[in-house]
């Protein structure tokens, strides 16, 4: 099974940073990334799709990188409504998700 | 707008079923997949398996085989993802989400079903 590992599990940050997170898949997805953003108490939205398109009504201030084992999720110019979990998933006929990576405020 | 709401929270003894449901709404029920995610109290996210709505079709993860039944009913629109033998460690939110094969990721979830084993 393809294993999905993300870091930083924690990261710590002020409004207006660039932060980046990262994902390492253990074989080749062939780009098959998506990004997801939790809060607490809510359910997973989707952020990008096939590692870089970023999905209807999500802000531009999100982008997302990477081809074969590693990809990157970058928010550029944090804003207080994006303090949340962030999750890397692989899809390939069935899902793995990364470990989650908690942006918290510094 | 597309929504997918499921059964409400459960409290279940250890050993015991529990059946959970997912009804999506605007869109053709037959058209997607439907995946079902589990998340531990304050752990990440765990996929379960999959079900194609319009076969009955299921792929389901290792860890759980044998043990979660994903089924569906065309003509109440609904899926359902029934676990068995509970302990513990299946204390957690169920959720469904729909699969979009064009976005190779899952474009819309349910609200979450807490489903607590205790004794």
């Known amino acids: 099974d393809i294993q999905m590992t993300q870091s930083p599990s924690t990261l710590s940050a002020s409004v207006g940073d660039t932060v980046t997170i990262t994902c390492r898949a253990s074989?080749?997805?062939?780009?098959?990334l998506a990004w997801y953003q939790q809060k607490q108490g809510r359910a997973p939205k989707l952020l990008i799709y096939?590692?870089?398109s970023l999905q209807t009504g999500v802000p531009s201030r999100f982008n997302g990188g990477g081809s074969g084992t590693e990809f990157t999720l970058t928010i550029t110019s944090l804003q207080p409504d994006d303090f949340a979990t962030y999750y890397c998933?692989?899809?390939?006929?069935?899902?793995?998700f990364g470990q989650g990576t908690k942006v918290e405020i510094k | 707008q597309v929504q997918l709401v499921q059964s409400g929270a459960e409290v279940k003894r250890p050993g015991a079923s529990v059946k959970v449901s997912c009804k999506p709404s605007?869109?053709?029920?037959?058209?997607?997949?439907i995946h079902w995610v589990r998340q531990a109290p304050g752990q990440g996210l765990e996929w379960m398996g999959w079900?194609?709505?319009?076969?009955?079709?299921?792929n389901y993860a290792q860890k759980f085989q044998g043990r979660v039944t994903m089924t569906r009913d065309t003509s109440l629109t609904t899926a359902y993802m029934e676990v068995t033998s509970l302990t513990s460690d299946d204390t957690a939110v169920y959720y469904c989400?729909?699969?979009?094969?064009?976005?190779?990721?899952?474009?819309?979830w349910g609200q979450g079903t807490l489903v607590t084993v205790s004794s």
């Open positions: 605007g869109y053709r029920f037959t058209d997607y997949y």
């Open positions: 096939r590692a870089s």
């Open positions: 989400a729909r699969d979009s094969t064009i976005l190779a990721a899952s474009d819309y």
């Open positions: 079900i194609n709505p319009d076969s009955g079709g299921t």
């Open positions: 074989q080749s997805i062939n780009g098959w």
């Open positions: 998933q692989q899809y390939n006929g069935y899902l793995t």
